[in-house]
């Protein structure tokens, strides 16, 4: 694996990290912007740059959503197909060992010339294992599947620092910002634990409170509380 040009990512691995470290800035610039926001700022959401920012988020959360869903499947079958990579040296006196990568056989065979054959059929075991999990990776488009992941993981991350930088001009910027962390808080394995559930409680009691109010139209597009 460690020669190829191509390795078996986990997506989870890439879907817990396109959070980043930026959650507690954020909940700063949330509650700081709803500070600002409340009574005090036209509700101007046509030209409201968190708003404009957080239906690109929404957007692009979708597509990363879908894409993780489709590699999840991908990966299920990639396995399904290609057993194992790796090979099984039998080291004289010293018993079988799986060996899954070159590093891992110079590991184990060190520079001990007696073994020089055995260095060879495994060598040449471990590049077949690794042409066959990269004719089948290409084939069900593994590859290109895991490009896509990460280019839309990457742009949320990158949409999601910029809605951390930018001042809401309306309530509902901020619910928009809110709503940001909420959809990646629910998307993690703490999505129940603390601080989810007040996270969402102040989402919700805001748009709430937004559609109550004579221009609360515009928290339509947010869809009911989940």
């Given at each position: ?68 869903r489709r590699m999840q499947e991908l990966e299920v079958e990639l396995a399904e197909r290609v057993d194992f990579l790796g090979t099984v040296v039998s080291i004289p006196g010293g018993g079988d ?130």
């Amino acid at each position: 694996m460690a020669d190829s040009d191509h390795s078996m990512s986990l997506s989870a691995v890439t879907r817990r990290m396109a959070f980043g470290s930026g959650l507690v800035a954020a909940m700063g610039w949330v509650f700081r912007d709803a500070a600002l926001a409340y009574g005090a700022v036209p509700q101007n959401t046509a030209t409201d740059p968190a708003v404009l920012l957080w239906r690109d988020v929404k957007a692009v959360h979708l597509r990363a959503e879908l894409l993780y869903r489709r590699m999840q499947e991908l990966e299920v079958e990639l396995a399904e197909r290609v057993d194992f990579l790796g090979t099984v040296v039998s080291i004289p006196g010293g018993g079988d060992v799986f060996v899954c990568s070159k590093e891992g056989l110079d590991r184990l065979v060190g520079d001990r010339t007696d073994l020089a054959d055995l260095r060879a059929r495994a060598e040449a075991e471990l590049d077949a294992g690794q042409a066959h999990f990269d004719a089948v990776a290409s084939e069900i488009g593994y590859f290109a599947g895991l490009k896509d992941e990460q280019a839309a993981f990457a742009r949320l991350d990158a949409l999601l620092e910029a809605l951390s930088t930018t001042e809401a001009a309306s309530l509902a910027g901020v619910a928009g910002k809110l709503d940001a962390v909420m959809r990646e808080g629910q998307a993690r394995n703490e999505g129940l634990a603390f601080p989810w559930p007040q996270v969402r409680s102040a989402r919700d009691d805001l748009l709430r409170i937004g559609r109550e109010m004579p221009s609360g139209a515009c928290f339509r597009e947010f869809g009911p509380p989940c």
